[in-house]
């Protein structure tokens, strides 16, 4: 079975700091994508990022950082800088890339304010 | 592009009705999968969909069905409403079959629905 856990529940920051959302995961696949997701109060999950089990490369997209360890099973999600703009909903997932698998498996969120 | 369309985007229902809910997927996607999201229970994947075919389907109860139409359309059924079946319905649409996740998942905006 496969598991996803986001520690945090909630983070409030004031603008302009740095925050970094902590995501493990646990699988017995040895293939499989790891996702974040960002959710507004639209409701609707906004892609921010996919990465595959043998890509550990880190990654940066302007404000946003991402670290995959698969030694610790874990996939961190950094914003610099953060903005207002950023206070949302992130959820970390996992699927399994081979046949059969039960879709995306998501971690509880973690609520991120960020205060002007 | 048109992104994932579900409609509709809100729904009172009362204990014991049935509801069917929409979800188009963007042009050329022909996998779409639903996931039910609570306070509760977070997000949970309730069945996933390819060429008119269920490929897999979630811990959830019969009550809980879906169907997908030859242009990629899906729409669930939830029959016998319960109040506990108050939630966020959110599709997704992706270009591969289920369980690659070579395709990444984009989402629609959701339908909430209101048992009462």
């Known amino acids: 079975a496969q598991k996803v856990t986001q520690a945090q529940t909630e983070i409030s920051v004031v603008e302009k700091e740095d925050v970094t959302l902590d995501c493990v995961y646990e699988?017995?696949?040895?293939?499989?994508?790891l996702f974040w997701y960002k959710q507004p109060p639209s409701g609707e999950l906004v892609f921010l990022i996919r990465r595959n089990s043998f890509d550990e490369q880190n990654e940066i997209s302007g404000r946003y950082s991402w670290n995959f360890q698969k030694s610790t099973s874990s996939f961190n999600f950094t914003i610099t800088a953060s903005q207002v703009v950023d206070s949302a909903v992130y959820f970390c997932a996992l699927v399994y890339s081979g046949g059969g698998a039960d879709g995306l498996t998501f971690g509880k969120g973690t609520h991120l304010i960020i205060q002007p | 592009k048109a992104g994932v369309t579900q409609t509709p985007r809100y729904l009172i229902k009362t204990r014991g009705q049935q509801v069917t809910l929409s979800c188009s997927p963007i042009s050329g996607h022909r996998s779409v999968s639903w996931y039910q999201q609570t306070p509760g229970q977070g997000l949970q994947f309730l069945f996933e969909?390819?060429?008119?075919?269920?490929?897999n389907k979630g811990n959830f109860p019969g009550r809980f069905s879906g169907r997908q139409f030859s242009n990629s359309r899906s729409e669930m059924n939830v029959s016998t409403l319960e109040l506990g079946d108050s939630a966020l319905y959110l599709c997704a649409s992706s270009t591969q079959p289920p369980g690659t996740g070579g395709g990444g998942y984009t989402f629609g905006s959701g339908t909430r629905l209101t048992v009462v």
């Open positions: 699988t017995r696949d040895t293939t499989y994508y």
């Open positions: 969909y390819f060429s008119e075919t269920q490929r």
